[in-house]
Every structure is written in structure tokens, then in C-alpha cells.
């Protein structure tokens, strides 16, 4: 058995490189020596994911979406809201997918690196189609290539209809698309001129898409004059322009900072560390996996400043929770609106730079919720949230001002009875403790929790024990 300093680590890999360690392969991985580790999760992330699939090529062209409506001339307007409804109940079959996928998957860090894309590469739109082949290409390329990755998301139909490229077209250029393409997936703010947006909108001029999705360069629309971006100058389209910025030192810098702060520690981002980082992973030729092999096999990975740190977002939170605490949920659509209550819904990103992170994550509703989130489930009790206005936030379950869901499910205690089945009983609350927090457990806190545990049997100290401590401050930071 690992002594509980090489515990934690092992702990703190795994809340890192995924979404904190399942409680049904725990023992295993106790097993395992810490030389293996990263490679091991690394090895489980590499197959071809394959495609998160809701809906088929028979759908597409008949897609009502946020930013392209195909054949919407046809349609009466209750034809229209039943489409649109269509597209939320699709939509929210693919979020439950994708949070299963996480939950239950040993490709721990391709879904973990999936999510980090899924902010970065933020999109909103209704269309399942596109959004579905969006979620395939950045776990398709995950770990792969930032370049290839770059281009893909770039020509997706839900990137560039949600950027407004679809409009933008010679002699009147829309220079949404390349300016986010440069101040949040490339450069980042302060390292391009307004000139420098003009000129790449004029080369993305004539991209588009069709109907079914699939990428569409118009040449008609498309301007082929003489560009000039960041310093190179000539008859440039938006290949070209996507070429110029990879050339640049300060995309593989701005990747590498914004890594840096969901990996490892979003307050403290030393800048000689993260321009190492980004340059190391320029001259990799942008490739991810070696950027993450700098960061996890880092001695300063595992430095105190950089463990228990971290608030969880709430994915992250709700995922980890199922991993440690294997549980059948009664009704799984549940989860749609405790992603709501919690403030991340995946597929509705706040805004094109995605969600804040850090100490946005918390305030005095989500952090009650959480606190009281365990106890729910245990008790079956219902979610009571207010909703906001925006019915694409809200899943389309309507403008009501208030829902309430039960969120019921059936706990799966083996898998912890087994981990801890040697464990003395005056000895499991600081066992489970520090297994559940990624911050030293005192005994001060301790004492804490044991006012509120049951001791009539082991197994009920447990169940107890695990749902207290769940349902603390510590358990929001990994």
C-alpha cells in the first residue's frame, strides 16, 4: 500500500489529468508504481474515441440551428418551435452522452483535455449536427496536434456560424471570426493590431458551410486581393492567415499560460515557467501530448502550492462525486438541471471566451447547493432552482422562474467497503478523509465532521462519514 504522501499525488494526478480517481479501480491503481502512472493514463487515452453520436446524416439539411435556419421558408411557425425542440432534446441526449463518457471512461485524460478544448473553442448553437461534430473533432484531436486541431475547429460548421463567418464575404468582411480566432484561440488580447483583424477577415472571406454541415470555401465571395498580417503580406486566405499564427511564438506561449492555469494552478502562473512551456511546445511542432508530458512529469506539478488548490468547476465537481461514489441515477436528465444550478451547462458556454474559471465558479447559491448536494442524493430531495430568461440556457424547459427536480439515485457502497476493508474503524474517518480531500485533514476539521457521522455499525460510519465529508469546503478544491 502507497504511504499517503505518494497517495496524494497519485490523488492529484488524477484530479488533474481527469476527473479524480474512481473508487472502482482505486486498488488497482494502489498497486501500480508511481513510475507508471502518466504513462498508464496516458496509454488509456490513446484509441481513436470515436464519435459521441445522437443523430445521423439523414437529419442534416433539415437542422433548424441558431445561426443558419435551412429551409426554414418551409416551415409554418409551430413546425418551427417543434423543430427547435427537436434540436434542445438532441442537444441534451449529447450532453448526458459526453457526461457519461467522463464518468465511466479509463480515458481519463482525453476527456479531462476534451473539456479544457470544449472552453477554449467555445460555441453556442442550437444545431445538434454541428455541435456534435464539433464535440467529435476536439476529442478526435485532444491530444494530438494544436495545429490540426486549430484547422478543424476553424472550418466546423458550429464555429463558423457561431463567429458569423458565414456572412462575411468580399467587399463587406465580418471581422467576428478573425478577431476570436486570434484574441482566444491563437495570440490572446494585445499581441495583433485592428489592422491586422481587418486584413484576416478579408482572407476567411468566402468560408462557410453547407447545409449538412461540411465545410464550404465560395471563391466567388472570397477576396483575393493583397493582405497584409502581422508582417507577411500577400494574396492570403484563411489557410494562410492560420499558418501566420502558428508561426508565431505567442500562440504556442498563450496556449501553454492557459493550460498551465487549468492544470495546474489558475492564481499562481509564474511567466518564466509558462514561456518555457509554450516554447518547448512550440518546437514540438505544437504538439499536445508533449505540452502535457511538461506538465505532469514536472516535479513542480506536485508542489504544495499546486495541490488542493484548485476549485473544481462544477463538471468537474459532479463527475468526481460519481467516480467516488459509483451511483444509478434514477432519472439522468436530472443532471441537465444540476449543471444548471451549478452554472457550467456543456454545449452553453456564457460567451465566446467560455467560462471564467476559478473563484467565478463559487458564490453563496452554487456553493450551498454543493454543500448540500451529497445529502440530496442520499435523501432523494429535489433541486429548486430559479431559471434565467435565456430558454437556450435553459435547455428548452421553458421560462419558468422556478424548477424543481428529485434528484434520486441508488448509492454503490461495495467498491468503498472493498478500499477500505482493512482499514481499523477508530482509523477510516481520517482514511476517508484523506482520500476525499486533496487538503491536509486536521483534527480540527475532523472533529469537525465526527459530530455528525453515525457510529451504530461500520458500515453506517462509513456511508456517513463519506457524505459528510462530501459535503464540506475541502471537498470543492482538488
Known amino acids: 500500500m502507497l504511504d499517503p504522501v505518494a497517495q496524494r499525488r497519485l490523488q492529484h494526478l488524477f484530479w488533474r489529468a481527469g476527473f479524480g480517481p474512481a473508487s472502482s479501480d482505486w486498488l488497482a491503481w494502489l498497486r501500480r508504481p508511481p513510475e507508471v502512472w502518466w504513462p498508464m493514463m496516458k496509454r488509456l487515452s490513446a484509441q481513436d474515441p470515436g464519435e459521441l453520436f445522437i443523430t445521423s446524416d439523414v437529419v442534416r439539411g433539415l437542422i433548424i440551428g441558431a445561426g443558419e435556419f435551412a429551409r426554414i421558408e418551409e416551415l409554418r411557425p409551430e413546425e418551427r418551435q417543434e423543430r427547435r425542440a427537436q434540436q434542445h432534446k438532441m442537444l441534451q441526449s449529447l450532453n448526458l452522452l459526453w457526461l457519461e463518457e467522463m464518468t465511466l471512461t479509463p480515458a481519463q485524460l482525453r476527456e479531462k483535455t476534451a473539456l479544457f478544448w470544449h472552453g477554449h473553442f467555445a460555441s453556442r448553437n442550437l ?285 454503490l457502497w461495495t467498491p468503498l467497503f472493498e478500499i477500505f476493508d482493512q482499514t481499523p474503524t477508530e482509523d477510516l474517518l481520517p482514511a476517508l478523509a484523506h482520500y476525499l480531500w486533496q487538503t491536509p485533514a486536521t483534527e480540527e476539521r475532523l472533529s469537525i465532521v465526527r459530530k455528525y457521522i453515525r457510529t451504530t455499525s461500520r458500515e453506517q460510519l462509513l456511508q456517513t462519514a463519506v457524505l459528510q465529508l462530501m459535503a464540506t469546503p475541502e471537498y470543492q478544491l482538488c
Open 127 to 411: 444545431n445538434i449536427v454541428f455541435q456534435q461534430d464539433l464535440l467529435h473533432i476536439i476529442r478526435k484531436h485532444a491530444l494530438g496536434n494544436f495545429g490540426e486541431l486549430l484547422r478543424a475547429v476553424s472550418k466546423s460548421a458550429a464555429m463558423l456560424a457561431f463567429l458569423n463567418n458565414q456572412q462575411n464575404r468580399k467587399a463587406k468582411p465580418n471581422e467576428n471570426f478573425a478577431r476570436e480566432v486570434m484574441e482566444l484561440f491563437t495570440l490572446g488580447r494585445g499581441h495583433y493590431t485592428e489592422r491586422d483583424v481587418k486584413e484576416a477577415a478579408r482572407a476567411f472571406t468566402g468560408w462557410g458551410f453547407n447545409a449538412k454541415g461540411e465545410f464550404v470555401f465560395r471563391s466567388h465571395q472570397h477576396d483575393r486581393g493583397v493582405k497584409t498580417v502581422l508582417g507577411h503580406t500577400g494574396r492570403f486566405d484563411g489557410d494562410d492567415v492560420l499558418d501566420i499564427l502558428l508561426e508565431q511564438r505567442q500562440t504556442a506561449r498563450f496556449i501553454a499560460r492557459k493550460m498551465y492555469r487549468f492544470f495546474v494552478n489558475d492564481e499562481h502562473v509564474p511567466e518564466e515557467r509558462v514561456q518555457q512551456l509554450g516554447d518547448r511546445f512550440y518546437d514540438s511542432g505544437y504538439d499536445i501530448s508533449s505540452l502535457l508530458d511538461d506538465i505532469f512529469t514536472a516535479d513542480w506539478f506536485f508542489d504544495p502550492e499546486n495541490m488542493g488548490n484548485q476549485i473544481k468547476s462544477p463538471v468537474v465537481f459532479w463527475v468526481g462525486m460519481r467516480r467516488a461514489l459509483p451511483m444509478e441515477l434514477d432519472d439522468p436528465e436530472a443532471q441537465l438541471l444540476l449543471q444548471r444550478a451549478l452554472g457550467q451547462v456543456l454545449f452553453h458556454p456564457p460567451n465566446v471566451a467560455g467560462w471564467p474559471g476559478g473563484r467565478a465558479w463559487i458564490d453563496a447559491t452554487t456553493l450551498m447547493l454543493r454543500l448540500r448536494l451529497p445529502h440530496l442524493l442520499a435523501a432523494g430531495d429535489a433541486v429548486d432552482i430559479s431559471l434565467a430568461e435565456d430558454d437556450d440556457i435553459a435547455m428548452g424547459q421553458g421560462r419558468a422562474s422556478r424548477l424543481r427536480q428529485r434528484l434520486t439515485a441508488e448509492l
